[in-house]
Structure formats: C-alpha cells, structure tokens
C-alpha cells in the first residue's frame, strides 16, 4: 500500500492507481482563478490519474472543498515519481464503514495533470545570450530565478541593487524594476530542481558540472558558454532551464546566458 501528498496533506491508505488520457479540458471550468497552464503538457491529451483510496471524515471534507474551489493543487506520488499541478476534476465516494471504522470513506479521486515540476532532460544548450549591467564579476552577486510555468526570469542583482524580468518566449529583457533594492547574500547552495533530480556544481570559474539522479551527465565550460569567466549558476525548478552569469568573450562585458534542456 502506498501513500500520496495532496497540497502537503498525506493520504497514506492508496488503494490502487491507474491513468488514462482525455481529449480535452475547457479553461473556463476554472471558476476560481486563471490556471496557469503549461502549455508542452496541453498540446498533447491531458494525462489524467484516478486513485482509489481511503479516508477519514476529515480527508474526505478536505478533498471535497478542493473540488469545489475549482484550483489547481500539488501532487506528490513518490511510488510513480510524479510530482505536478494538478486540477481535481470529479471525486466519487462510498460510505464503506462497515470495512474500516477509521478510514470509512472509499474515495475515487480524478485528477488532470496541468504541469510536472520536473522534467527529463539530458542535455542543455545555449538558448539566449546578452550583455547586463546588473551582471558583476563577483561570485553569487546575481541570481537568477525561474518561475514555476517556466515562462519568466527574474534576474536579482544584489550587487547592483537592482531587479530585471526577463520573458522567456520572447527573449526580452525589461528595464531595472523600481521600488525594491536587493540585499547582498553571502552564501549560495548549489542549484538543484524541484525535487533534486538536476543538482549543478559549480567549479570555480572555469566550468559547471549536471548531475541527474546523482549521475553526472554534462559538463559544460566556460568556453562552451561562450564566456571567459563564470560567476553564477541557477536552474529551474522543473530543470529545464539553467542560466549562467559571467563575462560574455564576444563583448568583453558581464551578463547572461540561458540554456535549455531536451
């Protein structure tokens, strides 16, 4: 028998799993808030994942009010290794008390896959570069942060005190954002997705190293990047993009490069 997380709540009774495909899910059944819907997963049939489980009177309600909310929630199955956003799409449940007194509900619980927060990738090449005054020469001065859906950076320079967006599909830099001016951190662990699948190790200036389920599967230089001197390394939480900050050998100025993964 094995567990799930739904939202960070254990459901430790799963009965059984199975998953399937449909043809399509409207957005406007969202009643609630705008989904934010990853696109490379919504040009294929949505996976869907039924599981059959037991729950106490207050698993039941809590599922039941996820239901309703119409939201997207988090999902992590450990046995399959699924770890996504998904939307709870119909719950079908059975009084069955009579066969366990703790866990008296027998629950059939459809869930829609919107987004997997990490994916499989095993090799990464450069999708953008471009001088940044933000960029400095100092280790971990600047940082790059990834969101969740994988369509924005916000690069943080605490050197500089300034904060830039950076939109992914259109590879678009906007100005220094006001209002905010970031503190310096001393201290950078080394970048790793979401669960811990992709871990990066920086090696001086010179080159950084990709694990995968602690194997290392690429190492990429400094001249492979199209830099002189690295600076920074940050990764996605899904792993698909990594960003990299140093000093670009064309231009001779700081600045970034992003890779993507396939």
Known sequence: ???????????????????????????PEWINQNPEIDTNIWTKKPLIIVYTLRVTDAEKWALDQLLTAH?????????????????????????????????PWLL??????????????????????????????????????????ETTILFIGSNTGEVKKYTISSKTLSGVIGGVTPSQRSYEPYPNSAYGTYVIVFTSDTHISIFKNGVLIQTLTDTDL?????ASVNISAKGKYIVVSGRITTSGNYGWVILVGS
């Not at 450990?78 to 069955?96: F, G, H, L």
């Not at 090799?123 to 859906?149: G, T």
């Not at 199209?226 to 690295?230: M, P």
Request: proline residues 0%; without cysteine.
């Open 108 to 149: 059939e619980i459809e869930l829609v896959v919107i987004s997997l927060l990490e994916g499989d990738y095993s090799n990464w090449a450069i999708y953008d570069s471009f001088d940044d005054a933000l960029a400095s020469a100092n280790w971990y001065q600047q940082y790059a942060i990834v969101n969740r859906i």
């Open 1 to 27: 028998m094995t567990n799930i997380y739904i939202n960070d709540i254990v459901y430790d009774y799963v009965i059984d799993t199975n998953f399937g495909e449909i043809k399509t899910v409207s957005t």
């Open 226 to 230: 199209g830099l002189d001197y690295i």
């Open 71 to 103: 939201q997207q929630v988090f999902i992590e199955d450990d046995t399959y290794s699924i770890y996504a956003s998904v939307w709870v799409r119909n719950i079908n449940s059975t009084w069955a008390g009579n066969e366990n007194y703790s866990n």
